[in-house]
């Protein structure tokens, strides 16, 4: 069986962090860390690593620089503009190949080809000011596995896993006006592989990673798509000997790319298409093995206002069981944003004044719950905690539900908030709009703990967090991606090339892996 892609990054990057005092993750599995064959792994096989990559970590330091101010508008829909761009002076990474939106869409038939370059720099109104916004079993007889036990010999690893540096990790970006998402490479910040998500006017936005490293990207304009991560894992459709796919920012017509191995359409009124989207994911610590084997999707049945909601088979991406709930709020666009707790169930936040609705994974029942409606304020992010519980972003708050006490902790913080995400340290980050900036809570204590600023932002849309820990930024007006240092503050590194980037859900698998396999 193939082991948890996500298990597998996270033990190596436990281990460097015992070695390397430069190399600092925040995202630690207690019970991994502390067993004794982590120990003797690292006095024996991890030494030569050490040599090999410590040279590159020690120029980590560097990166971080003087940050700059950012823009100080924003309105109720979450849309702030700024007109005075501001850049980060950290390293910035510009990607390659770009395609502009003039020559973004492909057709059902194959569509133009988009290999040319660009900057990649398109004009296009925030989502909260004009158009808003397959359950196999993953795994296999293959790869190296990772245990949670000391074995009898400490420095061989019982699972059949071999040191050495994690085999990936990506965080998956939406490019909204020209209908692609982009795979980037969160330790250096390279673009890897950009692709269409579906035929005719796409208009991408929340992506979801599971265990294996995989997304699944929704389409507002109507459909869902999955797009394997690794190239093994992709299929030569066209018998050729070799797998056609995207190796940087220029990407191939709708249905050329090996590497997208399904696609569902899914109704779409007005760009009122699916929204939320989460995949399911399972770990068995005893056997060393994961899977995500389906992803649940939802999105807004306007005239009958209702949620749609479907938990779809990951491998195949037809529809395992469907759920309605109704009445809806009526605002616009209906179902927001979803996450998923340890045990599959499906939360799901409504745009502007909620409801909050759980979708249980076994019985389909529906729990709907009211969103607190302080001082006007509006609901827009989701994500779920290492204890299950959901928090919500908003104008004004940040909030915490207990599905357990079905109680509301409201906590307030300045500006209006988007995508949030909780990392394994017991934290929440969300990000900021009027002024821009990312606010930093406490789990814990349900307490603000202060605010990440003046690193070259306008418009913060969504926050992920990556294997190291680290804090990954997506800003829409800026056209980029900040990687941001949890502790210090600073920017580690700055991607830019993006396209009117929207993405604000579980864009690197952090959130799946936190619930399912939660530290201590």
Request: glycine residues 14%.
């Amino acid at each position: 069986m193939r082991t948890t892609i996500w298990m597998v990054l996270q033990t190596a990057a436990n281990a460097r962090a015992t070695t390397d005092p430069l190399y600092r993750p925040k995202m630690r599995v207690g019970a991994w860390a502390s067993s004794g064959w982590i120990e003797g792994w690292i006095e024996g096989g991890i030494e030569g690593w050490i040599e090999r990559r410590v040279g590159a970590w020690a120029g980590r330091l560097a990166l971080a620089s003087t940050l700059l101010g950012c823009g100080d508008s924003g309105d109720d829909s979450g849309g702030s503009s700024d007109a005075s761009s501001a850049s980060a002076s950290a390293a910035s990474l510009s990607a390659s190949g770009l395609v502009t939106g003039d020559s973004m869409h492909a057709s059902d038939g194959g569509g133009s080809d988009s290999s040319a370059s660009g900057s990649g720099s398109t004009s296009g109104a925030s989502e909260g000011a004009t158009s808003e916004d397959s359950g196999v079993s993953e795994s296999s007889a293959d790869g190296p596995k990772f245990d949670l036990e000391t074995p009898d010999t400490p420095s061989v690893d019982p699972c059949g896993g071999e040191p050495g540096d994690p085999p990936f990790s990506y965080i998956w970006i939406a490019n909204s006006t020209q209908g692609t998402v982009s795979k980037l490479n969160t330790f250096t910040g390279v673009e890897e592989g950009r692709y269409a998500v579906g035929p005719g006017a796409t208009d991408p936005s929340r992506t979801s990673v599971n265990l294996l490293g995989d997304v699944a990207v929704v389409d507002r304009n109507g459909g869902i798509a999955k797009i394997a991560a690794r190239e093994e894992d992709c299929v030569d459709s066209n018998n050729n000997g070799q797998i056609d796919t995207s190796h940087d920012a220029s990407y191939l017509p709708w249905g050329q790319d090996e590497c997208v191995l399904w696609h569902l359409p899914l109704a779409s009124s007005g760009n009122r298409g699916p929204r939320p989207v989460a995949w399911v994911g399972e770990y068995d610590a005893e056997t060393c093995t994961g899977s995500s084997p389906y992803v649940w999707v939802g999105h807004y049945h306007q005239t009958l206002n209702k949620g749609m909601f479907f938990r779809l088979d990951g491998q195949s991406g037809s529809i395992d069981a469907a759920v309605e709930h109704a009445p809806w709020s009526g605002n616009n666009w209906g179902p927001y944003g979803g996450a998923v707790n340890a045990a599959g169930d499906f939360w799901v936040l409504g745009w502007q004044t909620g409801p909050l609705i759980r979708v249980d994974y076994d019985t389909l029942q529906v729990d709907a719950h009211e969103t607190p409606h302080l001082a006007g304020e509006w609901t827009y992010g989701i994500t779920v905690d290492g204890n299950g519980h959901p928090w919500i972003a908003s104008a004004g708050y940040v909030h915490h539900f207990n599905p357990d006490t079905q109680q509301w902790t409201n906590i307030a913080a300045s500006g209006s908030y988007r995508g949030l995400m909780a990392d394994a340290s017991g934290n929440v980050w969300a990000a900021r709009n009027g002024p821009c900036g990312v606010a930093h809570l406490d789990v814990a204590t349900k307490s603000l703990i202060g605010y990440v600023e003046n690193f070259g932002c306008v418009t913060p849309v969504g926050i992920s967090i990556d294997i190291e820990g680290f804090v990954w930024v997506v800003d829409q007006s800026t056209q980029s991606a900040f990687k941001v240092d949890p502790d210090s503050y600073q920017v580690a590194l700055q991607v830019t090339g993006l396209v009117q980037p929207y993405t604000y859900s579980d864009m690197t698998g952090a959130g799946l892996n936190l619930v399912v396999n939660p530290p201590g």
